[in-house]
């Protein structure tokens, strides 16, 4: 089974370069020495803007995954293995009554062909086609230049992303990326002159997929994450040293629990970024964040309490937070025709004492989504939840390069570590020692090809070899080919 996935993958490619090289290629999206539409390319432009008021458009997107003992880290479970297509197909639509007025909206589904029997999702433990249901992730209002200013507002469901996405990027991670939404009321106001935006956001997000609007097939409700969820954001960034952006952030998350590892939480989490470049080559980022407040974290009480706190430390109910994070990267850019550039990072997230009542566990709030790493998204999944990532170090170089027109290739390396050696909020604890700090050596390859305007696709591959943080230690593999179709 394991050879047949690799074979799927290149024949789903081998399909898709076939029908890209049957069609003409069209111009290049924001060249500005663009050469005039096609007929084809303008009959398709006036197809999506019927009125000055209005325009519409939609994607479909193809995705073959294999990945194995990633959700288990073990292949005595029987759902260790996981071989599935995901088909996302989205409909989505602008209307401008007047100017600087507008009313988004977008309708989206993904149905999954499971290869292997589920291992997760409501469809866990069966094979076939699951049809789940379809949602609206995008229905919202924005108004922009209010009264002539800076001014802009956008109220109702839609994606949000800060930054680089670290700790503001999904507001949905149950689904993986079929949505990403955030139901929220955002301000924006630019001060211009003083090269500095402010920001100010709102969020009341809801578990259950159907709280705020009705879904396609109600059969189908379900969690997209595990706490009804209440947040303020308030963040402030000049521009005025493009040398040195900084960005300074207030966030404030409530949590009230709901489903399964939900918690009850009250978090305050203070942060900067800075970011920029210099001397034409070196580019980077530095972020940092400090997180109090208390959390009730029934992660912990899976046997009574976690059995990685030692007995001072038990404490049933709320814990106080103390925790700290901080997100690096430098790059170097070569500027050649190969756009060669190399990257190092450095990641830290703080892990939970376990000699300690207080919880010195740092919460990702909003950035539980594959920012480095699809292993290292879901292989958090027996240790707390999925995406839920903490109690690491992360470090290591990545290479990307462009050695022909619209492909590009990266490979990175990362050695991990855990802060802690106690994974104090094991869903599954027989899967860790206790006794040793290092999770492994990590490794990804990423092909990357735009075929034309609308269509894309890519080969994506990673590898984990565990090291003694983990019981276990067999090879952990993902695997995936995707295929893009824009209209």
């Not at 789940?132 to 209002?141: K, L, Q, S």
Request: proline letters at 5%.
């Amino acid at each position: 089974m394991k050879t047949k996935v690799p074979a799927l993958t290149l024949i789903t490619l081998a399909a898709t370069l076939t029908i890209a090289r049957s069609q003409p290629l069209g111009a290049t999206a924001g060249t500005s020495n663009a050469p005039p539409l096609s007929p084809t390319e303008q009959t398709i432009q006036d197809i999506k803007n019927p009125f000055p008021w209005m325009t519409w458009g939609g994607d479909l997107r193809f995705r073959n995954e294999y990945f194995n003992d990633l959700l288990t880290l073990s292949e005595k479970n029987p759902l260790h293995e996981q071989d599935y297509f995901r088909f996302r197909g989205r409909l989505f639509t602008s209307i401008t009554p007047v100017d600087d007025l507008s009313l988004n909206a977008r309708l989206t589904a993904e149905p999954r062909e499971w290869m292997k029997p589920a291992g997760y999702s409501t469809y866990k433990g069966n094979v076939g086609m699951a049809w789940y249901y379809g949602i609206f992730d995008a229905m919202n209002v924005q108004w922009k230049n209010i009264a002539t200013l800076p001014l802009t507002v956008s109220v109702g469901r839609q994606d949000i992303f800060l930054g680089d996405g670290w700790l503001v990027g999904e507001g949905t991670p149950y689904d993986g990326s079929w949505t990403t939404f955030i139901d929220s009321a955002r301000v924006t106001y630019n001060f211009k002159e003083q090269h500095t935006v402010v920001e100010a956001i709102g969020i009341v997000q809801d578990a259950l997929n159907n709280s705020w609007m009705p879904i396609i097939n109600t059969s189908g409700a379900t969690t997209l994450t595990e706490q009804n969820e209440k947040g303020a954001i308030l963040s402030v960034a000049n521009s005025s040293v493009p040398a040195a952006n900084v960005t300074g952030y207030f966030i404030y998350k409530h949590d009230d629990f709901v489903a399964k590892y939900g918690d009850n939480a009250d978090i305050y989490t203070f942060g900067a970024r800075v970011s920029g470049t210099f001397e034409d080559h070196w580019k980077y980022s530095v972020e940092g964040a400090y997180q109090c407040g208390q959390k009730e974290d029934p992660g912990l009480n899976h046997a009574g309490l976690s059995p990685y706190l030692s007995p001072a430390a038990q404490a049933a109910g709320f814990r106080d937070m103390a925790a700290f994070a901080a997100n690096t990267k430098l790059s170097y850019l070569f500027n050649d025709k190969l756009k060669n550039q190399v990257s190092l990072s450095y990641e830290f997230i703080s892990g939970d004492n376990p000699n300690t009542k207080n919880d010195e566990m740092f919460d990702v709030l909003w950035g539980r989504w594959p920012r480095w790493s699809e292993i290292g998204l879901y292989i958090y999944a027996p240790e707390a939840r999925v995406g839920q990532e903490g109690n690491l170090h992360r470090f290591g170089p990545t290479w990307s390069v462009s050695p022909v027109k619209n492909l590009t290739f990266s490979t990175s390396y990362y050695a991990l570590f855990s802060d802690q050696n106690a994974a104090t909020r094991a869903v599954a604890p027989g899967l860790f020692t206790q006794s040793g700090n290092f999770r492994g050596h990590f490794a990804q390859a990423v092909l990357k090809y735009t075929f034309n305007k609308h269509l894309n696709g890519h080969l994506w591959g990673e590898v984990l070899f565990p090291g003694d943080y983990y019981v276990i230690r067999t090879v952990i593999p993902f695997l995936r080919a995707e295929v893009t179709l824009t209209f």
